[in-house]
T-cell receptor, first 115, second 112 residues
């Protein structure tokens, strides 16, 4: 059973606010990911990390930033939220098993609405 | 342009019917994964296929990886309401360090 948690589950916030989406996993996984998901569209990778102090931008350009100070924690921050940031944000983690067969475990997601 | 094209986008069937979902690409993948996502939850891995031509069965679900490792299909036999969900295919491209490329998903609804 995967143990990966995201808070908050839902967030409605005004334009210009700074927000942090939390993601924690208790599986000791080195690899962690942030995806953006919109209805009818594929999940887009926006950030990933291979371990502590490692962060990389994903395939979809994002104004958000991430940090990885502890193995279990991978928060995502938006310095100034805009309506275009409205989306579902999914966090995932995986244990390295050769790359092509890694299983990613997903959190339940944070539904962000920026007014 | 999506790297992985899933079809159909939406499928509504009666309990007991069969269905097939397709995942196609012009790119070669090291492996291909299928996930199912239910409302308010994250995707959950169903299967990983690695070898071209590979067929895997998971109870009433049959997954096939194309010979050229560019496409895959998911077949559900005698669908049940519990099969309702968003089915996502995701491929790992060669030399991508395990990063997944997702399709847009197929929403399957099975009514009693």
């Amino acid at each position: 059973e995967a143990d990966i948690y995201q808070t908050p589950r839902y967030l409605v916030i005004g334009t210009g606010k700074k927000i942090t989406l939390e993601c924690s996993q208790t599986m000791g996984h080195d690899k962690m990911y942030w995806y953006q998901q919109d209805p009818g569209m594929e999940l887009h990778l926006i950030h990933y990390s291979y371990g502590v102090n490692s962060t990389e931008k994903g395939d979809l350009s994002s104004e958000s930033t991430v940090s990885r100070i502890r193995t279990e924690h991978f928060p995502l921050t938006l310095e100034s939220a805009r309506p275009s940031h409205t989306s579902q944000y999914l966090c995932a983690s995986s244990e390295y098993a050769g790359g092509s067969t890694d299983t990613q475990y997903f959190g339940p997601g944070t539904r962000l609405t920026v007014l | 342009t999506q790297l992985l094209e899933q079809s159909p986008q939406f499928l509504s069937i009666q309990e007991g019917e069969n269905l097939t979902v397709y995942c196609n690409s012009s790119s070669v993948f090291s492996s291909l994964q299928w996930y199912r996502q239910e409302p308010g939850e994250g995707p959950v891995l169903l299967v990983t296929v690695v070898t071209g031509g590979e067929v895997k069965k998971l109870k009433r679900l049959t997954f096939q990886f194309g010979d050229a490792r560019k496409d895959s299909s998911l077949h559900i036999t005698a669908a049940q309401p519990g099969d309702t969900g968003l089915y996502l295919c995701a491929g790992v491209k060669v030399d991508s360090w395990g990063k997944l490329q997702f399709g847009a998903g197929t929403q399957v609804v099975v009514t009693p």
